[in-house]
């Protein structure tokens, strides 16, 4: 096999492991989990498996960081990834599962649009008609909701998509100078600590006894593993193409949430989620973006 095919295979890997997360997410909510202890749980567990495998191995050089440098993973991980997953996980809450998924993977859409207005980097004809094909499949989702589907669950989904895509483009600049792996460790160990300071402060942090198997999974099949497998993949196949293979996770919690938990969506909502996901991947294509700064 060789390193390219490897590469696609733990790409595609992670984007299962990701793709997952959803439906053990509202496992764990069934346990009676709110969003702000599992998200806690989540990153806590994630960031001791990181942190454990840079000691094991004798990877001892983020001893070495400078201030700034953790102050950046501390905007990406305490700020934006803990508000992107608190939008994300919530918005689940508040609608099906494969309605929210597409609304919130049309965050190539925003990536592409804050380049453009932030970085001055051209909307090429391509590029717009992509984003113009992402539109129009959230339209198909959410214009005409079943009973199921409330306004917070679309606010809460596009909010996600929106606060990722500045994760990805600080991240892009950040994550780069730094080892992957040591980004990843430090982006969720200031993630939990965020959730950490919010719950107790607002006293939102309850932990039991059961849930604990959603959410071991949630921290190692859906964080530490693809996180892992994701770095080491993109590292073979470029982050382009690495984008784009990941397109498969939103595929992966569509098909999870229907086979699994036995959510519906109409055949018009079907066609608008793979109209969202047919633009996103055009614009990953048209853009080259989307890709390195992904995935914690």
């Not at 803990?82 to 809450?93: D, E, G, K, P, V």
């Not at 190692?220 to 693809?226: D, E």
């Not at 949430?257 to 294509?285: H, I, Y």
Request: charged share 5%; proline share 4%; with cysteine.
């Amino acid at each position: 096999m060789t390193a390219v095919n490897k590469g696609i295979m733990l790409v595609a890997l992670s984007a299962a492991g990701f793709g997952l997360m959803p439906v053990m997410a509202l496992y764990a909510y069934a346990s009676g989990l709110n969003v702000s202890t599992l998200l806690f749980l989540r990153f806590s567990l994630a960031a001791v498996i990181l942190f454990g495998y840079l000691f094991v191995n004798g990877k001892s050089g983020f001893l070495n960081l400078t201030w700034r440098r953790m102050g950046l993973f501390f905007l990406l991980g305490g700020v934006f990834y803990a508000l992107q997953s608190f939008f994300y996980f919530s918005a689940i809450r508040y609608m099906p599962v494969p309605l929210a998924v597409p609304v919130f993977y049309m965050y190539p859409v925003f990536v592409a649009i804050i380049s453009h207005f932030i970085n001055g980097e051209r909307l090429a004809k391509g590029v717009v008609v992509a984003i113009a094909v992402c539109l129009l499949g959230v339209v198909l989702v959410v214009g005409r909701p079943g009973g199921d589907l409330k306004p917070a669950g679309v606010f809460y989904a596009a909010g996600a998509a929106a606060v990722y895509s500045f994760y990805i483009l600080i991240g892009n600049r950040v994550a780069l100078n730094a080892p992957p792996v040591t980004a990843a460790s430090f982006i969720t160990l200031f993630a939990s600590l965020s959730f950490l300071t919010t719950g107790f402060s607002t006293g939102t942090l309850h932990f039991r006894l059961a849930g604990w198997l959603p959410v071991l999974g949630i921290a190692v099949v859906s964080t530490a593993m693809p996180v892992f497998s994701f770095l080491a993949g993109m590292n073979a196949t470029g982050p382009t193409r690495a984008s784009v293979i990941s397109m498969l996770e939103p595929v992966v919690s569509i098909v999870g949430s229907l086979v699994v938990l036995q959510q519906n969506m109409t055949l018009v909502q079907a066609a608008g989620g793979l109209t969202v996901l047919t633009g996103a991947v055009s614009v990953v294509l048209a853009t080259g973006k989307a890709g390195s700064g992904k995935k914690t």
